[in-house]
């Protein structure tokens, strides 16, 4: 007789457990493998090397040259242009005609201006004569009451010897002294008249005078009107633009023409605004004609900004090349100063100067590059001092890597 078996319980709480630390192990490990690095193609990179050494702080610029002798010559009336003597490139003196211009109106004002003038230099002869006419008839009357005066006088001292003697009344004595006190008040009076005709006399002169001098001045500006119709250059030089053409109708003030001397240029150097902020009068400047270098040096600063960039003066010290003229366009390099033993690297493609950066630094193997900050200061045109993060010898990436701010390290292809 078959006896059934007892079948024992299976022991599954072991088999669980080690299924638990099996999953548990598993997901540790994904966690904690690193996600890859992107790949970049090292042929669109530029990759430099921290050195040591004499760091030349310089900002540069292109520009062009600039006469510093330019003189704008404007029209000083209204006209219509007749004809044109010179035109852009010729070369002319101070008082070349560079073209000429009418306006009847304007010629017809300085005929006025003209006749005024004359009716008023006749107005002041005939009051000039007539002036003197006046004072002429009170030096006779003065001179006629000093006569009665000394007359009276005499006729004073006769009576008085009389009646010493005994041969005139004393009424008579009285009569003669009292003739003499009315001829000294008659004289004296002759005499403040005459002063006051002649002070009269030269307030009325000086005031025609005013006026003859007010119309004269009107009468020379509109010869000066008349004469600018006649334009000139004004200076030696070159004209350099001259935009109009015959019949053309110009308003005053409206620019004619142009005349740039070409002893003196200067290059005027469009900089950066993020390199401007050191720069300052004084400083050595090199400037690249295409054609030669020149020296000199920097002369003015803009204190504006203009599209991002400053203004920069270069006054030339050296012989222009052969070639040099205005508008030509030139390179130009500024120096600023000169570190002597510093650690420096080409300058990033974000222009970061005494701030805090993220830069890549190759691995020793050149296959890959890790970002890391670095702490740089002065900047250069090419270059920027490290102050930390970086030591000699460290290859970094100066290209644009703001696309991988977000991973701490990227492969070389």
Not at 168 to 181: F, K, L
Request: charged share 30%; glycine share 8%; aromatic share 2%.
């Amino acid at each position: 007789m078959d006896v059934p078996r007892a079948k024992k319980p299976r022991q599954l709480l072991p088999l669980y457990m080690s299924i638990a630390v099996i999953v548990v192990l598993v997901t540790v490990g994904v966690m904690r493998i690193r996600p890859a690095a992107p790949g970049v193609e090292r042929s669109t990179l530029l990759i430099d090397s921290v050195k040591r050494g004499e760091m030349l702080r310089e900002v540069r610029g292109n520009g062009t040259l600039v006469p510093e002798d330019l003189r704008i010559v404007s029209a000083m009336t209204a006209g219509r242009i007749e004809r044109i003597i010179a035109r852009p490139g010729t070369r002319v003196e101070s008082g070349t005609i560079l073209l000429e211009m009418s306006n009847p109106d304007v010629q017809l004002e300085a005929l006025d201006a003209e006749r005024q003038l004359k009716m008023a230099e006749a107005e002041l002869a005939t009051q000039r004569a007539t002036l003197e006419t006046q004072r002429l008839s009170a030096v006779s009357s003065a001179a006629s009451a000093r006569t009665e005066l000394r007359e009276a006088g005499r006729q004073v001292k006769v009576a008085e010897r009389l009646a010493a003697d005994g041969l005139a009344a004393a009424m008579e004595t009285d009569r003669a002294r009292d003739r003499a006190s009315e001829a000294g008040e008659r004289y004296e009076s002759e005499q403040r008249r005459l002063v006051l005709t002649i002070e009269s006399m030269k307030a009325q002169v000086d005031l025609r005078l005013s006026e003859v001098d007010r119309l004269r001045s009107i009468a020379a500006f509109q010869r000066d009107r008349v004469a600018s119709m006649t334009v000139r250059a004004g200076q030696k030089g070159i004209v350099q633009a001259l935009a109009l053409q015959p019949g053309q109708w110009v308003n005053p003030g409206q620019e004619l023409a142009r005349v740039a001397g070409q002893d003196r240029l200067k290059a005027v150097l469009m900089v950066p605004e993020s390199q401007a902020r050191d720069l300052a009068p004084g400083l050595k400047a090199v400037v690249d004609t295409r054609n030669g270098f020149i020296a000199g040096h920097v002369s003015r600063v803009d204190p504006g900004v203009q599209g991002g960039t400053v203004a920069v003066d270069i006054t030339l010290d050296g012989a222009l090349p052969r070639g040099a003229r205005p508008d030509l366009t030139v390179d130009g390099k500024i120096e600023i100063e000169r570190i002597a033993m510093a650690l420096y690297v080409g300058r990033p493609a974000d222009g970061s100067t005494e701030a805090t950066t993220q830069m890549f630094r190759l691995e020793p193997d050149g296959r890959s590059a890790e970002r890391l900050s670095v702490r740089v200061g002065r900047g250069s045109a090419d270059a920027v001092e490290i102050l930390d993060g970086l030591k000699e010898g460290d290859r970094v990436i100066l290209s644009e890597m703001s696309q991988w701010s977000a991973v701490a390290r990227v492969n070389l292809k």
